[in-house]
């Protein structure tokens, strides 16, 4: 599965493993079987990033090895003026 625009300002309600999640960055059919793919078109906040993989990892969702993230990805960062 991959995701190839977008960002983290909606989400996607889905159950994966008998659980409900909002994915607002990783693909919305990452089941644990599938390898799935974030895309050079989507907008990737860092921090969002990792708190979304984290609580998949919490939830038991085997997301090392099956997720992947282009190094064309659009990366944006929080910048206080």
């Known amino acids: 599965m991959a995701r190839y625009a977008g960002g983290h300002n909606a989400g996607h309600t889905v159950i994966i493993q008998g659980k409900k999640f909002i994915l607002q960055l ?7 079987e599938c390898m799935s793919v974030i895309g050079n078109g989507v907008v990737l906040d860092p921090l969002a990033f ?7 990892r919490a939830a038991g969702v085997k997301v ?3 997720l992947f993230v282009s190094n064309r990805a659009q990366v944006i960062l929080p910048i206080t003026a």
């Open 64 to 66: 090392d090895g099956n």
């Open 50 to 56: 990792l708190k979304e993989v984290a609580g998949l």
């Open 26 to 32: 990783v693909p919305a059919d990452s089941a644990p």
